[in-house]
């Protein structure tokens, strides 16, 4: 059974920063691409944070970009996403998601496993 994990979610105040993991297990292929979403508050849609290739491509959506990294341990089975000068705007359940492929932008992925979240809250 596929799982995705995710850990490391918390309240920070603006500014800080938050690195948040996500352990997988037992994904079918060594090829997906892995990816961050979140999901604010009252909303209904989940948002594409960022995504990495196993070769580790990346690709970050524009609110984020210069202040979010995407990583991952293969070795660990590990994503990762580095969270740094947090705003309040970022805050929401934050899920990774595993995706067959091919790369592309998360938003135009096809994510077919899930974990269940873990929260971040930025207070202002």
């Known amino acids: 059974q596929v799982q995705l994990v995710e850990s490391g979610g918390g309240s920070v105040q603006s500014g800080e920063s938050l690195r948040l993991s996500c352990a997988t297990s037992r994904l079918p292929s060594s090829t997906y691409v892995l990816a961050w979403f979140r999901q604010a508050p009252g909303g209904t849609e989940r948002e594409g944070v960022a995504?990495?290739?196993?070769?580790?491509?990346?690709t970050y959506a524009d609110s984020v970009k210069g202040r979010f990294t995407i990583s991952q341990d293969n070795a660990k089975n590990t994503l990762y996403l580095q969270m740094n000068s947090l705003k309040h705007e970022d805050t929401a359940m934050y899920y990774c998601?595993?995706?067959?492929?091919?790369?592309?932008?998360?938003?135009?992925?096809?994510?077919?496993?899930w974990g269940r979240g873990t929260q971040v809250t930025v207070s202002s």
């Open positions: 995504a990495i290739s196993r070769g580790s491509s990346t």
């Open positions: 998601a595993a995706d067959p492929g091919p790369f592309c932008p998360p938003d135009n992925g096809n994510y077919n496993y």
